[in-house]
């Protein structure tokens, strides 16, 4: 099979025209090409008036060899065909159900259902080693009426809300499904293809920037939990782990206590939990779990209509089936020295309440599959510096955090409604008594105020500087009737869990630091991919196997 890059079309081209393109990029005849397969479809749409589809494909033609031959021949130093690569995982261990029936098995523990924990538990139940998931929130159906009281009643349940329970904090997102970070082993692709397995829509497997959206995002997790129970995994829900058991002597992992006394002995700890599990951070640093301090970013949500963005992207051809509800990426470097850039952009998607502490005001972004709503938005934030904005202590972020959260409640008014501002008043550095056009979508609602109350002086200063900037790239952000609701914190765990090579914590044998919460992540997609490689350490290490996590 030969990969194909790179291969470019109109943006309504017909069907044929890709299968023409293939055999003209090749020089080969119809005939010899048997079969092919879009691996990944993105867009160029830096002239608006000349949108390309730009394909990655992967292609089975009649005398492979000879065909890439030529091509190179014809082609000198050109990459864009090259045999497809390998993207098969192999699992680590084979055997583990006959490790598994062993006298004395202990199975290891995973601690958190979100995607890093899920696919960790399906990854070790796919090879027989019969997890147990600890889930300190509730199971996904029961986690979103408890969310949507919060949206719609003001009734915050602590331990079930956007932050804590199945699926984690990106069930309530637009459900991203793309990363940047490296991928030699193709694990982003495992991680597709299991979601597809699981009910999401195939285009996650082709799309540049694939997303699954919420209400999709449910079920699957529910299909992912299902599965894990049939390969001899199992879920506790309503169990919050509060203390490692650990040897007096070697600080290896014997097991976890939970809230409720209950002991699970396990040699073989998986730590998944989120970037909001403070309480946990704080119980690691109390028995001495080797952590660093992170830097994070704060700042606001910002809303326009999605038209607005359509158009500014996309020119004569918003709206086209193709292209979708139009995303935007922005950065931009600050006189101040810091880093300003959007973070999770959510097109035709809703603002929502995410905080998981009472008396605190936190956003995040969320849409549906569909990304049909009126509004785009986006979190714009600025980068934070421990040592600089706050000790360099490894619970001094969440500290900081806190503080701008409880101050962006008082804003708000108290019963969870947030800080909104009108782009322009905020330029204009002057409170907003009212809104505009632009109908904020963050529920239970807003209150107009000045949003330089509830953030740093130094983020404030870098937002003003950085919206008209980012006005010269995308006509119509800085719109004075555009919204900004406060306050967006919880963008990355402000707090490093350090692992070694072989996937185990620096002083703490048996535990496995993993995803977001751990500082290895940020997002579905990377936190999904860190759960297999933390799976595969686990049990290259229960098969007495050489530690590589890669």
Not at 472 to 501: C, H, N, Q, W, Y
Not at 513 to 538: K, N
Request: some cysteine.
């Amino acid at each position: 099979m030969l990969r194909l890059t790179e291969l470019r079309l109109p943006l309504d081209h017909p069907p044929e025209a890709l299968r023409q393109a293939i055999c003209e990029r090749l020089g080969i005849a119809a005939q010899a090409l048997e079969d092919f397969t879009v691996f990944k479809r993105g867009h160029d749409a830096r002239r608006r008036s000349a949108i390309w589809l730009v394909y990655t494909l992967d292609c089975t033609v009649q005398d492979e060899e000879g065909v890439l031959a030529r091509y190179r021949s014809a082609h000198p130093g050109n990459t864009h065909v090259q045999p497809a690569p390998d993207m098969a995982w192999h699992a680590p261990i084979t055997n583990g159900a006959a490790l598994a029936a062993a006298e004395g098995y202990k199975r290891p523990v995973v601690i958190g259902a979100g995607p890093c924990g899920f696919m960790a538990a399906l990854m070790l139940a796919r090879m027989g080693l019969r997890p147990l998931l600890l889930e300190r929130g509730k199971v996904v159906r029961e986690r979103t009426v408890d969310t949507f009281a919060l949206w719609r009643r003001s009734v915050l349940t602590p331990e079930s809300n956007v932050q804590f329970g199945e699926g984690g904090a990106g069930t309530f997102s637009d459900g991203k499904l793309y990363s940047q970070v490296r991928d030699p082993r193709f694990l982003g692709r495992k991680v597709l293809e299991e979601f597809v397995k699981a009910g999401a829509p195939e285009d996650i497997l082709y799309l540049a920037h694939p997303h699954i959206g919420t209400f999709r995002l449910v079920s699957m997790v529910e299909h992912i939990r299902k599965e894990v129970e049939q390969a001899g995994g199992e879920y506790r829900f309503g169990a919050r782990v509060d203390e490692l058991l650990l040897n007096p002597a070697t600080r290896m992992v014997e097991g976890v206590r939970l809230a409720d006394g209950a002991v699970i002995r396990a040699d073989h700890v998986v730590l998944a939990v989120g970037h909001s599990a403070r309480d946990t951070f704080a119980m690691l640093q109390k028995q001495g779990v080797s952590m660093q301090a992170k830097p994070f970013s704060m700042g606001v949500r910002i809303e326009h209509p999605q038209s607005v963005i359509d158009l500014a992207q996309f020119g004569p051809s918003a709206g086209n089936e193709h292209l979708g509800a139009a995303e935007y990426r922005l950065v931009h470097h600050a006189a101040n020295g810091r880093g300003v850039y959007s973070f999770c952009m959510c097109p035709g998607g809703t603002v929502v309440a995410a905080t998981s502490e009472e008396g605190q005001v936190v956003t995040n972004g969320m849409s549906q599959y569909s990304r049909a709503e009126r509004n785009a938005n986006s979190g714009i934030v600025v980068e934070l510096r421990p040592g600089e904005d706050y000790p360099d202590d490894p619970l001094a972020g969440i500290a900081y955090q806190r503080h701008w959260e409880r101050q962006a409640f008082l804003a708000g008014g108290g019963e969870y409604r947030a800080p909104a501002q009108r782009v322009g008043d905020f330029l204009a550095g002057r409170p907003s008594t009212a809104l505009g056009d632009v109908v904020p979508s963050y529920k239970p609602g807003v209150t107009p105020a000045d949003l330089s109350t509830c953030l740093p002086d130094f983020v404030v200063e870098a937002l003003r500087e950085a919206l008209p900037r980012f006005e010269r790239k995308l006509r119509g952000f800085t719109m004075d009737d555009a919204v900004m609701t406060g306050v967006e914190t919880r963008t990355s765990s402000p707090i490093r869990v350090p692992r070694g090579e072989d996937g185990q914590s620096l002083n703490t044998p048996g535990l496995y630091p993993a995803g977001e919460g751990a500082g290895y992540a940020g997002g579905i997609l990377s936190a999904a991919m860190d759960g297999i490689r933390m799976a595969e350490a686990v049990a290259r290490e229960m098969a007495g196997l050489l530690p590589a996590v890669g």
